[in-house]
Nanobody, 126 residues
Framework: QVQLVESGGGLVQAGDSLRLSCAAS?????????MAWFRQAPGKEREFVAT????????YYADSVKGRFTISRDNAKNTVYLQMNSLKPEDTAVYYC??????????????????WGQGTQVTVSS
């Protein structure tokens, strides 16, 4: 089994920055997994934010966060990060980490990901 634990969320003002972390563990976890971040705002469906290749050398972002958010990973630490800059009130959501053991590079589809964390709340005030 694989466990994903997110941290780093909090309450910030518009224009501030936050860095989220996702620590992966478990007997079957491998640094070869594609990893991603999703988010879910109240009353809305969970949406894709960013994904990263298992090597860390390739990334893909939702248009809504492109240029403001950066996904990265440290395979030696089994940790994925999401650096969020220039935060906006519309970024307010629960942020989830996800892992796909079947691919080297993820997609924007929730269905592709087998493992999910419990989420961390990010609230951006105006």
């Amino acid at each position: 089994q694989v466990q994903l634990v997110e941290s780093g969320g909090g309450l910030v003002q518009a224009g501030d920055s936050l860095r989220l972390s996702c620590a992966a563990s478990g007997r079957t976890f491998s640094s070869s997994y594609a990893m991603a971040w999703f988010r879910q705002a109240p009353g809305k469906e969970r949406e894709f934010v960013a994904t990263i290749h298992r090597s860390g050398g390739r990334t893909y972002y939702a248009d809504s966060v492109k240029g403001r958010f950066t996904i990265s990973r440290d395979n030696a630490k089994n940790t994925v990060y999401l650096q969020m800059n220039s935060l906006k009130p519309e970024d307010t959501a629960v942020y989830y980490c996800a892992a796909d053991p079947s691919s080297s590079f993820g997609s924007s589809s929730r269905a592709q990901y087998l493992y999910w964390g419990q989420g961390t709340q990010v609230t951006v005030s105006s």
